[in-house]
């Protein structure tokens, strides 16, 4: 749980903010002599800063996503294994444009989930970069939007709620103890249905100051075309959020 606050009088100049975030990673993984393996995950974000100009709300959400993941894997060869790996991820929380009571994303909206099938190689590199990478050959996504006046807004089609494709994924966690400490965990994912592309790279730098202070460095690029809503002010479709 981060919280920053800051104030300045009128003659001194700047303004008055409020802002906090807070962050949960919960993980439970099983383990039968290597034969299977079964990994398991929830990452939640939830970060909020006063509105200033805002006539409808006093904060705002600036971090707003639930993500959860599950993988299974029965043993191939060695750290190579067969496996299925379901992720789904939404909103917390719902988000209104400035000033107003519309609503542009909310819990459920959209709500994503990607099912694979493929095999899943337990990635151990001199003990220190450490993590799972699955390839999934065949594997299917869903959005689903339940809010049906949003729908567009997230590349369904109109009058429908959700959009299937089917197509190729690539799933990738990892941790690396970088220093005593430096600690660096990182997520990748790429989907694509030889049509619509989706690209993540999200990854958390920890750094221990001291015995009760620490700090970290988020940064998080995407690239997704499955609708013109992502395209930024040069028309493309690369998004990117950094916090420290």
Known sequence: LNFSQNY???NWGGTENYAGTSTLNLSANFNKNGKIVWNNSLAARLGFQNAKGDSRRAFRPTDNSLRINTNIGYQAWKKLYYSTNVEMSTKIVPQYNSGTDVCNSDFMSPFDMNIGVGLNYQVNIMKKFTGTLTMNPISYTMRYVERERLATNFGVRPGHQSYHRWGPS??????????????WNTRVSWFSDLGYTSFEWENTISFQLSKYINAQFYFYPR?????????NKNGRYFMFKETL
Do not use: E
């Open 170 to 183: 690539v799933k990738l966690t990892a941790n690396w103890p970088i220093a005593k400490n430096i600690s």
């Open 8 to 10: 300045s009088s009128d």
């Open 223 to 231: 690239y997704a075309d499955n609708s013109t809503r992502n395209k």
